[in-house]
C-alpha cells in the first residue's frame, strides 16, 4: 500500500511536469496553479504516505521536523514564489519555474509527512494542516479578488483557451481555494476526527 502510493505520487508528478513544459510560454497562471496545486495537495501526500521505512524518511531535516515548523516552512515557500517580481522570472524561465514547483514539492512532502507522522499525534498534525489551509485560503481569496491582474497583462492561454490576464488570475485564485486549502482542510478534519475516535473509546 505505502509502495502504491509512492509511486502512484511519482507518477502524477511527471504528468505534472509534462504539462508545466507542454504549457509553458503561455503565461497562464491558471496552468502554473494546477500544476502547484496538483503537486502540493494530490502528489505531496501520496509521496509522503509512501516514505515510511525508506532512506528519505530517515533524512536528519525530515525527522526532526514538526508540523507547525514544515507548515511555516509551506507558508513561506508559497507567497515568496507569488511575489510577482518572482512570478514574472519564473514565467520567463523553465528551469526557474521547474526549481518553483521542486521547492513546493520539497515544502509540500515535508508538510504532509510531519503531520501524518504517527509520533507527532494527530493533534498536532491537524493543527499543521489547518494553519496551511488558512493561509491558502487567504492567498487564493487575495488572488481570486484582486482589483487588477498582479501577474502579466493582455491575453495568456490557459490550455489552448485564450482569457485575459485578470480572469486568469482569478481562475488560478479559486483552483487554490477550491483544491489546495479544502485538502488541507480535509487533511486537518480528518486527523481531528481520529482524536476524537480514540478519546471516545478511552472512556
Known sequence: ??????ILGLLLLIVLCAVLVASFGGGSFAVHMVVHMG??????PLIACG??????DALPGVARMTPMLASFVELVAVWFWH???LRALADASLALSLLEQASFLAAGVL???ACLRPGEGRLAG???LLFTSMHMTLLGVLLALAPRPL???GDVSCFGISLSAAADQQI??????MVGACAYLLGGIVLLAGLLREDRAQC
Do not use: F, Q
Not at 516514505?51 to 528519505?56: F, K, Q, V
Open 172 to 177: 488560478g485564485g479559486v483552483v487554490m481555494l
Open 126 to 128: 491537524a493543527a499543521g
Open 111 to 113: 508538510l504532509w509527512r
Open 151 to 153: 501577474y502579466g497583462e
Open 51 to 56: 516514505m515510511p521505512g525508506t532512506r528519505l
Open 39 to 44: 503537486i502540493v495537495a494530490v502528489a505531496a
Open 1 to 6: 500500500m505505502k509502495r502504491s502510493a509512492r
Open 83 to 85: 511575489l510577482p517580481a
